[in-house]
């Protein structure tokens, strides 16, 4: 019998307005949607983006994830990345990097109660 073959997760996070969701990970974080789905006009969003090697899923339907999730995300140029993001002036976070024992990392809550925590892990 073939032995299963498991992909990386894809976190699905709660979202409740498109226009936030949009202006955080599309503007700020630098996220392509790479598409969207509704059943129907007026209908919650739901969508897939990406940035680099990361994959999320945002969505407004009920009973998809719940705000307030963490998700972990490794990354490479931490601290360059913290200074593009402060340089756009986004006016809801001015994420820091902080020195943790398994090496440095990023928080950042989006509008919607979810954190994102990035860390460029040490080689210790």
């Known amino acids: 019998m073939p032995q299963p073959q498991l992909s990386p997760a894809i976190p699905i996070l709660r979202t409740f307005d498109a226009t ?3 202006e955080f990970y599309i503007d700020f974080l630098g996220f392509t949607i790479d598409w969207e789905h509704r059943f129907a006009p007026g209908m919650p969003l739901y969508l897939q983006i990406s940035r680099d090697g990361l994959t999320l899923h945002l969505s407004e339907h009920h009973g998809d994830g719940t705000p307030g ?3 972990f995300v490794p990354v490479e140029g931490i601290r360059a990345w913290q200074q593009e993001l402060i340089a ?3 006016g ?3 994420p820091e990097v902080v020195d943790v024992p398994w090496g440095r990392q ?3 809550a989006d509008p919607f109660g979810n954190r994102l925590r990035f860390c460029e892990l040490s080689d210790d």
């Open 20 to 22: 936030r969701a949009h």
């Open 92 to 94: 809801y976070a001015r």
């Open 106 to 108: 990023m928080e950042i």
């Open 88 to 90: 756009k002036g986004y």
């Open 69 to 71: 999730t963490t998700v």
